[in-house]
């Protein structure tokens, strides 16, 4: 069974920075790819940012040049960069990873953004 820890999260004030890490149990040489996703409340969950094997990023509109995705193969672990955070950041944060064999999510971590 493969296991994703998240961690990074936390209570931050309105600009200040987080990084948040998933660390998989298993190699992440082979996937199809990963992503970060958030779910604030009363809302849908959204995938918030994805990279592809081949290093290729993808970011929702609403945190384009302020949050960077990505991995460290060498450590089994994927980063979501988040700066000059926003109130509306606020959300329980997800990782998901496609691996060719299946794909798992992590237990989620809370970011908090106060104004």
């Known amino acids: 069974q493969v296991q994703l820890v998240e961690s990074g999260g936390g209570l931050v004030q309105a600009g200040g920075s987080l990084r948040l890490s998933c660390a998989a149990s298993?190699?992440?040489?082979?996937?199809?790819?990963m992503g970060w996703y958030r779910r604030a409340p009363g809302k849908q969950r959204e995938l918030v940012a994805s990279i592809t094997p081949g290093g290729v990023t993808n970011y929702v509109d609403s945190v384009k040049g302020r949050f960077t995705i990505f991995r460290d193969n060498a450590k089994n672990t994927a980063y979501l960069q988040m700066n000059s955070l926003k109130p509306e950041d606020t959300a329980v944060y997800y990782c998901k990873i496609n691996f060719v064999f299946g794909a798992y999510w992590g237990q989620g971590t809370q970011v908090t953004v106060s104004s």
């Open positions: 298993e190699s992440m040489l082979t996937i199809y790819d």
